[in-house]
Every structure is written in structure tokens, then in C-alpha cells.
């Protein structure tokens, strides 16, 4: 994504990736040279099923599982599908509530609401203004009836790293299974599901340099599981169609090399989170750093920036080469306010304001330069344009 | 999968097949160069969008249906679970009854008989010697209670194609949503979903030459579909997860490539078949053609041969560089007894003998002649080791 006429400052890491060489090489045989399929019987295909269970292995070694404790799906959303459906499945109407938190991803929210219809009653865990679930909250919310809790690692919208470990405690002392969705922490936060004592978590390719279309589930030996592709042998009877190869070749390197890497990035990640961080605060008047300020994912910084539209701002930054979000790639374009936003209790008007930079390995301190040699300026002309907007400061203060 | 010691005859496409040079040369740009999420608002992510949105029409156009009909998915099975799980979802409870034939692939089977659990009753159509599905015994099943019909539009283990158009028909009349897997035949029969007057139809990536972990269903407009994989606002809400743009692409290409040689290729393939299946069954005593003679795969020939357990065989063949198949890659290995042959009265002794010859246009006369020149030997030895086989036939005749 480099053009020698432009500098180009990629800070949509959470949105998408670029697929890192080694990954790349180590996944190109599969496609045409080592295609056969996994699940015959014959020499070519134990060989490629070979590979694909040492795959497995790496991919349980970066979180401390198993490797019968993983199956491979299609991507982060798909294994939060599972996680819910599958376990809500298992054990049909025994007991018939799902407690989440209100700032989940939309893959859990809505796996959730769907049970809506058969008669389950969803119960949305508030959030504290930093997007933290209070594990006693959880406690004094739980009940007999309660079939599932699943509460994020990570929220790629406003940075926050949940206390996982306090409440997957709670619900282990009520028998109550845990899913954590882990595809914002993966790679850039250490991860051990025993430290953490969850049932299910939930992973994805490409935070880890991996390619779109391959993500995985984790579940502890003796969860109760249903498919939610339903099919032949594949996965131990858990998840059918044919293996996803190359994918899962992708995904094994990428695991591989987050495990090796992970202290040196995440340091790397943090520092420049931090000077980001700094350097807007200091320098763009009335902008609110959301999410926590410390317990946040390392390469992540996201703003509110007042009398600013997100969408505005990130289409201008573009022009200038600096690609970042407004929340969720995955959020409906229609829906104006992020209900992450809401849940943390900034108002409204404010919360369009949204900017999110998620950063990678390979961003530099240069590319923080380029973004604060932009951004005070796109800000000061939009802001220029507001009707909310008048000698330097919102018409009335809304943070 | 050439190597100059060994004459390979790679004969088993239906259970994978090498991803095609110009597919994976246009998947390529996607995995690091162009990366961006189709979802987000900046250019970068823009033309990614409106590649994906490419792929989709020219999906679309190999089976002749718009593109806003097209949902792409990670296999075949996944679509087949979406056809299934997302019709009787999205009117959960309101006619109780599922109609699938007896020969269906496990991800239709499997996810049919999910719904056994949440009290609905699944009916399996018979089929007649050949594998044939008949449309005045659907009608006669056909009641007010029938939520959703899945017949395959070819099968795999036995290459039979169904009549689908007069099945349809007769669910069309009925109000009944129909579903077919096309999964064997899309690319080497013409499929036109208009024609064929089918509401739903799964096809998959690797039989056209994409790669592993894509594939797609079709839904005409107005089928109600309640998601598989809830997420976020990609393919229109109806599959959340970000997209897999570089499996997309090789759908997209290998479409293409589909569409403008089929004829010739189905030709080659037929030849190939007819050339395959007539020295089978001169050079072979005791071996029978399984499923329908004209009515079939064009690359398809599948055969029960008599004292033969077909794994033993598979094995012994492999060793010759013979890759061939007993039956369907995604069965259980457990199953002895293929239930798709048992659905045609295959007496099971006789079923252990299956083999299936799945061949592509790189396949060639050659290949047949160096299986022809194995296969008789093999077969021999193996007779020679078998209880039920004595001075050059059967101990009882079990066909």
C-alpha cells in the first residue's frame, strides 16, 4: 500500500490486515501442490492431514490449550456462533437465559438476541464509563437459569481489556459456562485459558497476520457442543466441509510467529499507543480518550472528538493517506450512534465523533508524525463547517 | 503432483482438486496488497467492496440468478447448513416437517435431523435402484406441515443426477421452499436456478477449481433466511464475518473460467467416463456400475466390485499412483456400510466393494490406461485373500 508519491499511514489494523510473508509462503503449497483432502485415506491426503493437526498444536500452543481443545472455522464471528449456538444447542432449554456484556461484537450480540425467538430471555451486563464489566455485577446477576455468559477479552471499539480471569471465576462457582471472544487481544496480549479459566474462547486469522477466512474456536475438553455446521468427520464430528487448508496452514504460521513475538510487539505496540495517545490529547482541544486508559489493548487508541462526524473525519484523513475507523468495521452504516459508545455512557452528539487507530508491528513513530501533521488541520476545518461549533469551542459542552 | 518416477493418475476431484493456476494468480493481490475490509468507508476498502461485489455477479451468472441473490460462504456445507437452518428458522415451528432424499450429503442430512431435537419430524425419500428421486412419490409425501424440501441436484458416491426441475415443481405447487446441493454438478452441468425453479442452491469452490474454505448459496429474492453466522452488516446481514476477499476472488475467477468451458469440458469428461466405465466393466468379472447409467456426473464413474473391501483397494491402488475414492470423503471412517448404496438395495457385502473415479479435465485417456492396467491386478489379489471368493467368483452371488 505504499505509492512513492504518498505517504500512506495505515491505522485500520482491527478492520483488516495485510497477510504477513511468511505466512503467505508457508500457505502457497496447499492450494495447488498439496491440495488433497485431509479426510482420505490415501498417502497424499495423510499427509496433508498431518499438517493440518500440527497446525492445530501451534495454534493451541499460543493460548495454553490443547490441541483436541480447538476447531478450526471460518473466521472470529463464526466461532462466536459456536460458542453460543453450539452450546446453547446442547442443552436445549435446561436453562434458558444468556448473559452478555453490552459491548460485545455483533456476532455475539446478535448469536444471542437470535435465541430471543426461542423463548430465551438475553440479559445485557452494563458497563462501567471505562467499557468494564464489574465481576460482582456479574455475580448478583446470575441465576439457576442461566445457560451461558459470554463476555469479551478485548473491544476493538474503545481498547478495554475485561477482567476475564475474576469473571470467569464467578461463573465457574455457579457451574455456568464461560465464552470469552479473544479476536481483539489475540497476538498482542498473553493468553492462557487455564490462567484465565474459560470454557470457550474465540479467535481469528487475521489480527494474527493470518489470511480472512480462517478463525478458531477453543473449548475445553468435556464442553458440550453442537455443531453449527453441521456435516461429516471433520473436526471430530464438530464443524463440516472440507478443511480449509491453506487457511489453517496460514493460521498455524501466524500463531507460530505471534507466540515467539509477542512481548517485543506488544512493547513496540504500546509505545506507539501511548505517544498517539499524548500527542492528541495534547494537541486537538476537546478530544476524550475512550476506554481505559491503562488496561487497553497495546496498539490501540480511539478518541471522541467533539463537534466532528466520524465518518467526515476518517473520509478526510484518507485523502491525506492516514486510513483509520469510527468503531466497528462491522457496525451497520445506517446506525449512527455506536451502542458500544452508549454503553459507556457518552452522550450521544459526542459519541459521532468517534475515531479509532489500531496499530500494527509495522506502523512507525512516523506515521504518528503524519497523523498529527493532518489531523489538528482536518479537524479545525470540519469543525469550521459545524453548526455545533463556534470560537473554538462546542456551543454547549457536551462531554 | 507429477513426479518423474511415478505415473500419478490423480482420479478423486470430488474430494479435492488443485486450485487452478489463473484462480489462485487473481487471488494473490488479496492477501497483502489489497487488504483493506470491504466494509469500511475509505477508498482503500471501497475497491475491495466493489471487487467482492464482481465476484458476486459473476457467480451469479454461472447459474443464471442476480447477484443480490448470491451469499457467499466458507464451503458447500456451510451453505447447505444455511439453506436448512436459516429456512426453518426464520419460520421456526410453523409447518414441522422436513423432506430430504435418502442419498443426501451429511451437512443436508445431519442438519435436517438437528431439528429432530427441537421436535420436528424428518422425512427420507426413497430412491429407486439407479439413486433416482421420483417426483410423484415427493408429491404424494408433500403435506401442509412441510417446512422445506433438500434434494441433491447430483450425488457423489453414485454420480446420479436428480430430476430437480420436476421436484421443484412439485414444491413450487405446494408453496414448499426447495432446496438443492449442487455442489457435484455446479461446473460441469448447466445449472439456470430459473429453469431449474429451485429457491435455494449450494454450490462450492473447490470443484470449479477455487480453493478450499468458499463457496456460496443462492436464495431467489424474497426467500425468507434467517443467518447461520449472525454478525454484522456483511452479505446484507445474511452472513456476518469478515469477507474472505481472496477465497471470493478465486469463486469469482473459477465462475468465469466455468462458464466459458463447460461444454467442451463436460465432453472431455464424459469421453473420459464412458471410455472408464466401459473397460471397468469388460476387464473386471463381477464388478456393477452404481447409480444411473446416462443420467450421471460427466467425470463421474463409481462401481461395486464383488469380494473387495474398498479401502483395502483404495490402498492398493494409491501404491500405483492410482488416487481414487470408496465412497464419500466426509463419511465416517467408522461407517462400514455406505448408507447412499444401501438407499439404492446394494446388498452390504456388495457395498464394501465401492469405488468412485471422480476425474477433471486434466485427466486423460493415458490416465484410464495406466488404472486399466492396475486396477484388474489389484482386483485379483485382492480376491485371492478373500473368504468369499473362490475359483474366480463369488462364494454366493450377492449382486
Wanted: glycine share 8%; charged share 25%; net charge neutral.
Amino acid at each position: 500500500m505504499k505509492d512513492s508519491q504518498k505517504k500512506i499511514a495505515y491505522m485500520d489494523h482491527a478492520a483488516a490486515t495485510p497477510v504477513k510473508g511468511p505466512v503467505l509462503k508457508a500457505m502457497l503449497p496447499y492450494f495447488d501442490r498439496d491440495f488433497a483432502n485431509p479426510s482420505t485415506v490415501y498417502d497424499l491426503g495423510f499427509q496433508v492431514k498431518r499438517v493440518v493437526e500440527e497446525q492445530r498444536a501451534k495454534v493451541a500452543e499460543l493460548i495454553g490449550a490443547d490441541p483436541e481443545e480447538i476447531i478450526f472455522t471460518s473466521s472470529g464471528a463464526e466461532a462466536n456462533n459456536l460458542a453460543i449456538k453450539g452450546t446453547i444447542f446442547s442443552r436445549f432449554k435446561k436453562a434458558k437465559r444468556i448473559i452478555v456484556s453490552a459491548i460485545e461484537h455483533h456476532s455475539v450480540l446478535n448469536s444471542a438476541r437470535f435465541f430471543e425467538r426461542l423463548d430465551y430471555e438475553v440479559t445485557f451486563l452494563p458497563v462501567d464509563k471505562y467499557g468494564l464489566v464489574d465481576p460482582e455485577r456479574l455475580k448478583k446477576t446470575l441465576d439457576q437459569d442461566t445457560a451461558l455468559v459470554s463476555i469479551m477479552h478485548g473491544n476493538n471499539e474503545v481498547g478495554t481489556i475485561e477482567p476475564i480471569r475474576e469473571l470467569a471465576t464467578v461463573c465457574r462457582e455457579h457451574g455456568v459456562p464461560f465464552h470469552t471472544d479473544a479476536v481483539a487481544t489475540i497476538g498482542s496480549v498473553e493468553i492462557d485459558v487455564h490462567e484465565m479459566d474459560v470454557d470457550l474462547l474465540s479467535l481469528s486469522g487475521p489480527p494474527l497476520g493470518a489470511p480472512k477466512g480462517i478463525g478458531a474456536l477453543y473449548f475445553r475438553k468435556n464442553t458440550r457442543l453442537m455443531p453449527l455446521i453441521h456435516g461429516g468427520i471433520q473436526e471430530r464430528g464438530r464443524r463440516g466441509g472440507t478443511e480449509n487448508v491453506p487457511g489453517i496452514v496460514g493460521l498455524g504460521k501466524a500463531a507460530e510467529l505471534a507466540k515467539s513475538s509477542m512481548k517485543k510487539r506488544a512493547a513496540h505496540l504500546t509505545q506507539l499507543r501511548d505517544t498517539l495517545i499524548a500527542n492528541v490529547l495534547e494537541k486537538i482541544p476537546h478530544a476524550y480518550l475512550t476506554g481505559h486508559r491503562e488496561r487497553r489493548l497495546p496498539g490501540h487508541a480511539s478518541f471522541c472528538i467533539e463537534a466532528i462526524e466520524g465518518e467526515a473525519l476518517i473520509f478526510m484523513l484518507s485523502r491525506n493517506g492516514i486510513y483509520v475507523n469510527t468503531g466497528s468495521a462491522c457496525a451497520s452504516k445506517a446506525l449512527k450512534t455506536s451502542p458500544v459508545l452508549v454503553a459507556l455512557g457518552i452522550p450521544a452528539a459526542l459519541a459521532q465523533g468517534s475515531v479509532v487507530f489500531s496499530l500494527e508491528e509495522t506502523n512507525t513513530l512516523d506515521d504518528i508524525d503524519h497523523v498529527m501533521k493532518h489531523l489538528p488541520t482536518v479537524v479545525e476545518r470540519l469543525r469550521a463547517m459545524s453548526p455545533i461549533w463556534k470560537n473554538g469551542a462546542p456551543v454547549a459542552n457536551m462531554a
